[in-house]
């Protein structure tokens, strides 16, 4: 078991950054990859960025590319997700992710085994 949490989430302007963080605890030699998703209300979850956990490899969707980094510290088994030019679509709960197997159907959250908590982000205009 892999049990994971989030910080790091809180109101920003827009055009602000923010930084989240998620630390992996437990079972963690058995990651494969991490990622965020993020859920606004009356919307469902949706993909934000992945990170393969040993090559460290990232995808992300097409509305957070060149604004959004993740990235991961494998000495603290944490991963984190650099918000950057942020916008008031991206006002949403962001959830932290993992998984420990292999899985093409990356963007799903079918995919990932263990969540988090969920970090709100607020963004003004």
């Known amino acids: 078991q892999v049990q994971l949490a989030e910080s790091g989430g809180g109101l920003v302007q827009a055009g602000g950054s923010l930084r989240l963080s998620c630390a992996a605890s437990?079972?963690?030699?058995?990651?494969?990859?991490m990622v965020w998703f993020r859920q606004a209300p009356g919307e469902e979850r949706a993909f934000v960025a992945r990170i393969a956990w040993r090559l460290g490899v990232t995808y992300y969707a097409d509305s957070v590319k060149g604004r959004f980094i993740i990235s991961r510290d494998d000495t603290t088994n944490t991963a984190h997700l650099q918000m950057n030019a942020i916008r008031p679509e991206d006002t949403a709960l962001y959830y932290c992710?993992?998984?420990?197997?292999?899985?093409?159907?990356?963007?799903?959250?079918?995919?990932?085994?263990?969540w988090g908590q969920g970090t709100q982000v607020t963004v003004s205009s």
């Open positions: 992710a993992a998984s420990s197997r292999v899985d093409s159907d990356y963007m799903s959250p079918s995919a990932y085994d263990y």
């Open positions: 437990g079972r963690t030699s058995s990651l494969y990859a």
